[in-house]
């Protein structure tokens, strides 16, 4: 347990019965920053509480520091403030102001601090002009700065965030991740965010970790999983994948088009306009199969046939 956070073998198991966590080990180092994927399900949001101490285990035990986390039936007020957990409903006071809002933690300091504090986290998240609105006032993304920001108040040293942006269109949440990429770089927090979008987990973190029935799955720097998925549960998180033959897929990107005769040919079925590139479902000739391809080039129309190549190089050997 010499570790910054090290989770040993966690196991929880709800009524049910339903096996939520089981045999759940990982170690964390001080300023990485996780994404954690996995089926609907697996466990994810139970391993948030338990890091968090807001829940208590069968067994195991989470690691902060060498000094093991009290869950919540050890300890009279539960959680910790070095260890903040932010979820998907944000969990703000509706007739509180923003200010109120992220200062309510400061509330048990000094009060020449908590003014302090709470003025840099409004400048940190570019907050100020917001300060005494209400959370219905405020656009999602912003809300869900409220909620990080009074997360932050305390000066946490892990942030642990639980699909903090499933409930943002795609440009609210583009922003915000763009925003709280440059606040958490700066500030070297540690960050651990479960999400079901990997363009999430590309965006703001660097390593990943695959869960599946309450089991760790894979754990990694995201770019080695990708690369290397070793499973079709894996590689399934960064996209859709065509069966090549038993055990061997390719992407849709390492497909090519070709004039000259390919390794397989087809007719296109479907075509959709994707800002890179066209995305073509082509029904393969002499398979029952249809495959997804991403073409660069523009210019082909749904009904033509197609020639199909691919680099030995990019075909994923994965197990199911
Ligand atoms: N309080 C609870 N009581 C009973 N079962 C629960 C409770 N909390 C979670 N579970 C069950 O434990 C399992 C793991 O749940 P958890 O929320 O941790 O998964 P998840 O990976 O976060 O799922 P999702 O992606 O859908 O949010 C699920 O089968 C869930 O139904």
């Known amino acids: 347990m010499t570790g910054f956070l090290s989770i040993e073998k966690l196991s929880k198991t709800y009524e049910g019965p339903t096996t ?14 996780w994404s954690v994927v996995g089926a609907s399900g697996s466990g994810k949001s139970t391993l948030l509480r338990l890091m968090a101490g807001l829940e208590a285990q069968d067994q195991g035990a989470v690691f902060y520091r060498g000094e093991r ?7 009279l007020v539960p959680g910790y403030d070095a260890i903040q957990l932010v979820k998907q409903d944000k969990g703000l006071y509706p007739h509180s102001t923003v200010a109120e809002n992220i200062s309510r933690p400061l509330l048990q300091y000094d009060k020449a601090y908590a003014r302090e504090r709470l003025d840099e986290l409004l400048s940190l998240f570019g907050l100020e002009k917001k300060r005494d609105s209400l959370p219905r006032q405020l656009s999602g993304g912003q809300q869900q700065k409220v909620a990080i920001a009074r997360a932050m108040s305390l000066e946490p040293e892990v942030l642990l965030l639980d699909e903090p942006f499933s409930s943002l269109d795609s440009h609210q949440k583009r ?72 055990n061997k ?6 497909i090519q088009v070709t004039k000259e005769k390919g390794k397989a040919a087809g007719k296109i079925l ?41 680099k030995e190089s990019h075909i994923l050997r994965l197990d199911e």
């Open 175 to 246: 922003t915000l991740l763009d925003e709280l990429n440059l606040i958490f770089q700066d500030l070297a927090i540690t960050l651990v965010l479960v999400t079901h979008d990997i363009q999430d987990a590309l965006l703001i973190t660097d390593k990943l970790c695959v869960m599946a029935h309450g089991k760790l799955m894979r754990k990694g720097e995201i770019k080695d999983i990708h690369q290397d998925p070793k499973t079709a549960y894996v590689a399934g998180f960064f996209g859709p994948l065509n069966a090549l033959s038993e």
């Open 249 to 254: 897929y390719l992407r849709p990107s390492h």
């Open 20 to 33: 939520a966590l089981a045999d759940f080990s990982m170690e964390i180092g001080q300023g990485e920053r």
């Open 270 to 310: 479907l075509k959709r306009y994707f800002p890179d590139h066209d995305l073509l479902t082509v029904a393969l000739e002499g398979h029952s199969n249809y495959w997804q391809v991403a073409a660069p080039i523009r210019k082909l129309r749904k009904g033509d046939s197609v020639n199909l190549d691919w």
């Open 69 to 75: 986390i009290l869950h919540s039936g050890e300890k």
